[in-house]
């Protein structure tokens, strides 16, 4: 058991289709056998196509955005994750802050996706992160400890280890304001042990940590290169072949 190098990209909602497919064919191109493992979040009216896309690719993975906490029914516009799976997608996002602040999903909403996301074969990268309110106040660290601890800890040691955790401070997204590597090394520090203290020490040091927020070619190598940081979710940077890639080569 070993943490994972992971370069995710989260493309939001930008591209159309034809665009999308364009960047998935450049990043595939790019990508070579030693780089981290390389996963796109595409719009969900992508998924098929970028799914088909990288399925002979090696090391390249798609993920969705969201989904529903339902499997099927009557839940107009949600998408499940039997609907994920059945287009080669892998891992979904959860609890990205944009998902916390524009829709309203809380922590008891996270825990449900989480297990519907799971219980179903996929992989979570779950999101944590304060505000600058927070952060200002000085109390990120207890923030980031009430998500982690309502959302992820119910979880059993074997569903654990499938998670991917991903911390982004809320002030550092699309904002140009990178966490320093300092303070991005200072969370991830507290959240493995966070991790820790629930799980044991092995489970925590397997646990895959990403660091979001304004990640760019210039800052990518110094933040990646923390020993806790094991790699990022990036957002505005993905959207662009060369500069994606340059993260992806980054530590
Ligand atoms: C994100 O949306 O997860 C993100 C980190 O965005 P950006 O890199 O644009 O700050």
């Known amino acids: 058991m070993s943490r994972q190098l992971i370069v995710a990209g989260n493309w939001k909602m930008n591209t159309t289709l034809k665009e999308g497919e364009k960047l998935a064919n450049a990043i595939v191109k790019k990508s070579k056998a030693n780089d981290p493992l390389v996963i796109m979040a595409a719009p969900f009216t992508h998924l098929q196509s970028i799914g088909a896309i990288v399925k002979d690719a090696k090391g390249v993975e ?3 955005q969201n989904c529903s906490n339902e499997l099927s029914g009557a839940y107009t516009g949600e998408v499940s994750v039997g609907m994920l799976k059945s287009v080669g997608v892998k891992y979904v996002i959860l609890g990205h802050s944009e998902r916390r ?18 219980g179903n074969g996929l992989l979570p990268i779950f999101c944590c992160g304060e505000p600058l309110s927070v952060r200002k106040a000085g109390n990120h660290a207890r923030h980031v400890s009430k998500q982690l601890r309502e959302g992820l800890f119910h979880l059993s040691k074997k569903d654990f280890e499938k998670v991917v955790v991903a911390y982004e401070p809320i002030w550092a997204i699309g904002t140009g304001v990178t966490a320093s590597p300092e303070q991005a090394q200072e969370m991830h520090d507290k959240i493995r042990k966070m991790i820790a203290r629930k799980y044991g020490d092995k489970i925590a040091d397997a646990t ?3 660091y979001g927020g304004s990640v760019k070619p210039a800052n990518a190598k110094e933040i990646f290169s923390q020993p806790d940081v094991d790699g990022g979710l990036v957002g505005g940077a993905s959207l662009k072949a060369t500069d994606f890639s340059q993260i992806i080569k980054a530590r």
């Open 62 to 64: 798609v993920a969705a």
């Open 101 to 118: 602040q524009y829709f309203k999903e809380g922590n008891a909403l996270l825990a449900k996706k989480t297990n519907t996301v799971l």
């Open 208 to 210: 895959t940590i990403l």
